[in-house]
Every structure is written in C-alpha cells, then in structure tokens.
C-alpha cells in the first residue's frame, strides 16, 4: 500500500454523514503513510427508483472497496440498511470490520461481531491494521517500541 495503490475504503452510511462516519475519516487522515480512498458516498442518494435504487447506488459503492467498515452507530440507526451493506459486502468477498460507537463503553452488538472478521475501538493504528488485513491480507505485526530516559540499548548511560 502506498500513495500510489491506496486502499478503497467502504463505511457503513445510511446515505448522511454521522458523526462517527466523519470521524472514522479523520482518524484515517492523522496516519502518516496511510493511504486511502473513500468510495462510501453518502451524498449520492438516489431521488428516483425507490428502495431498488438505494440498494443499487449501495451495491456500487461496496463494489468499489476492498474493505468495508461497518459503523455500530449506524447498525443503531438503520439496522436494516447496514444489514444489506454486510449482505453485499459478504457476497463480494469483502472484508468487514465492526467499529464500536465513539465515546460509548457498549460493546458492539453482537450480530456484528459474529458476521464481521473483526471488531475494534477508536484507535487509529489498530483501524489502519484492520483495513490492512482485510484489504490486502497484509501481515501487520508489529512492536511497540518504549524508550525509557537514562538507558540505551547497553543499560543505563552516564
């Protein structure tokens, strides 16, 4: 993944831009070397064609992603519409990834949990790890590194 190849990136909307939408992207836009491309279009809501059209402009959007992140704060509002998002996403061979609701110690609703492949908090690098496994099947190990003043790495220094 670099500028050149970011990863396509779907969340869950019912075609308005919550505040956890909004915020799920600014999280993203903090990463230093983390690049994306937000294919979810919440402004696009179809004014013709009724409930096929939505379903349609939906399937689109999923289409375009390779990972899709599933907001618990819209399965909250629209149980219906994020449960078609999963639907099509499952059916696309899209990862999904269920991200609780901001500021809330509610855990993430079960039928969530258990359809998603994997379920995280407001964290900026363990977003970026997720949308890494889930996009490109990338291996995201990685250390933490903890530097204490007064030491390197022969002991204590002078």
């Known amino acids: ?63 375009a992603a390779e990972a899709v992140v599933i907001l618990s704060s819209a399965f909250e509002l629209r149980r219906d519409i994020v449960r078609f998002i999963m639907d099509v996403a499952e059916a696309n061979g899209k990862g999904m990834i269920a991200l609780r609701t901001f500021g809330v110690s509610v855990d993430t609703p079960l039928e969530l949990q258990e359809r998603c492949q994997e379920n995280i908090g407001w964290n900026d690098r363990d977003m970026v790890d997720a949308l890494r496994r889930q996009a490109r099947g990338e291996d995201t190990s990685r250390w933490e590194v903890l530097d204490f003043p007064g030491f390197d790495s022969d002991g204590p220094t002078d």
């Open 1 to 63: 993944m670099s500028e050149k190849n970011p990863i396509t990136v779907f969340a869950s909307h019912a075609f308005e831009e919550s505040d956890d939408y909004l915020r799920l992207f600014e999280f993203l836009e903090s990463v230093d070397g983390f690049y994306y491309i937000n294919v979810s279009k919440p402004e696009n809501v179809p004014l013709t064609g009724g409930l096929q059209a939505i379903k349609d402009e939906l399937i689109e959007q999923i289409k």
